[in-house]
């Protein structure tokens, strides 16, 4: 058995609560975990903006979603981050797993027309789905992005950024 370092949580009044470590029971649970806390993901400060969980995804030009991907998010730099959970209970060999992923991958690039974040994005929002306090697109995009920021230029730099291939895989 391997010894771990203890984690603390310092309360107001200066007492500490020891952390014990869990995990999450199912995958829709970690699922949800993702959706509501991408910093658990992001890695390097990066803020992440979640597009949609279970964004469908089309084998062929025009044709109806085949699969889906359990979440889509962009980052503030117009990168689409396509996310694929499995839980540590999972039997499936990681190569089948990463290839999976890479099929999704190459097919959201390739049969993903341009605007989809931007819809998917405001209807995700208006499903009441998002468990944010606030599910105003309009809003929830100026508090990502910034004031200054030109949600019509973020969403083409998205766009851009899909056509080109340029997505990280988590």
């Known amino acids: ?3 771990r370092t203890p984690f603390f949580l310092v309360n107001q009044d200066a007492t500490l609560v020891e952390l014990q470590p869990s995990a999450p029971i199912n995958e829709d649970e ?3 975990l993702i ?4 910093g658990l993901i992001s890695g390097s400060g990066s803020t992440l903006l979640l597009i949609q969980r279970e964004h469908g ?5 025009g044709s109806p979603d085949r699969w889906s991907i359990d979440h889509v998010f962009v980052t503030r730099d117009g990168i689409p981050v396509l ?3 499995k839980h540590s209970g999972d039997t499936r060999p990681r190569r089948e797993v990463v290839a999976q992923m890479l099929d999704y991958a190459a097919n959201g690039v390739a049969y993903w ?6 819809v998917r994005f405001e209807s995700y929002c208006r499903s009441g789905k998002r468990n944010d306090r606030n599910s105003d697109p309009s809003e929830l995009l100026a508090s990502f992005l910034g004031p200054e920021a030109d949600p019509a230029a973020f969403w083409s730099l998205v766009d851009t950024n899909l056509q080109a291939g340029n997505v990280s895989l988590v």
């Open 1 to 3: 058995m391997t010894e």
């Open 30 to 32: 970690l699922q949800e």
């Open 35 to 38: 959706a509501r806390y991408p």
């Open 57 to 61: 995804i089309p084998d062929g030009e």
């Open 83 to 85: 996310v694929e959970v």
């Open 113 to 118: 027309p341009s605007g989809t974040f931007a």
